[in-house]
């Protein structure tokens, strides 16, 4: 399985700021996902993100409150923008291993005040 | 309705019982089912994989698919506090699609 890491693994946040999410991948990968995980609440694909090309976006979820960005196939960032205390949640990258099996990072745990 | 269902508890069970955690779902093309589990301030991880209908042992755990039910369950023997985690179930269809996961059930498992 990859190894993930995510970064920062947690932050406090002014509302009406944006936070970039960092994740780093040691091998390979044609995919990357990035999920949202709410207080007590499933995980929530947000977005799916290939190098080269735009990300793909779940319903609900918009490129310019969550803009994605992909330059390489072990790198990826997500930026929550314009935060609300709505945002607050656990942020997730993952990868894909074969046959549907996902892998996780840590996760970020951001919190808006 | 929501695609998986799964019970979030909390569930609560002495050391050592046979605990046991089900989801059930609604579309009959996912083909690929998973267990991950995920301790606190940690990220999912995958604990069992099973592919189609059937059973899966690995160690203390066993995953069960049995999709004319669209059911699936994971059995814990011999529970340790270590076991202790939120258990979430989570389930695809072939090709590339999405996994889609259940709200996790708490578990923990008292010395």
């Known amino acids: 399985s990859a190894v993930i890491s995510q970064k920062p693994s947690r932050d406090i946040c002014q509302r009406g700021t944006s936070l970039t999410i960092q994740c780093q991948v040691d091998s390979q990968v044609t995919m990357m996902f990035w999920y949202r995980q709410q207080p007590g609440q499933s995980l929530t694909l947000i977005a799916t993100a290939n190098q080269g090309s735009e990300a793909t976006y779940e319903s609900g979820f918009v490129i310019d409150k969550f803009p994605i960005s992909r330059p390489n196939l072990t790198f990826s960032t997500l930026t929550v923008s314009n935060m609300s205390p709505e945002d607050s949640s656990i942020y997730l990258c993952?990868?894909?291993?074969?046959?549907?099996?996902?892998?996780f990072g840590q996760g970020t745990r951001l919190t808006v005040v | 309705q929501k695609e998986v269902e799964q019970d979030p508890g909390p569930l609560s069970v002495p050391e050592g019982a046979i605990v046991s955690l089900n989801c059930t779902y609604s579309n009959s093309a996912f083909q690929y089912f998973m267990w991950y589990r995920q301790y606190s301030r940690k990220g999912p991880e995958l604990l069992m994989y099973?592919?189609?209908?059937g059973n899966k042992e690995d160690g203390r755990f066993t995953a069960q698919v049995d999709k004319s039910s669209k059911y699936i369950s994971l059995f814990i023997r011999d529970s340790q506090p270590s076991d202790s985690a939120t258990y979430l179930c989570a389930m695809s269809g072939q090709g590339a699609q999405k996994l889609v996961f259940g709200q996790g059930t708490r578990l923990t498992i008292n010395p």
């Open positions: 099973t592919y189609s209908s």
């Open positions: 993952s990868v894909e291993g074969g046959g549907s099996k996902a892998f």
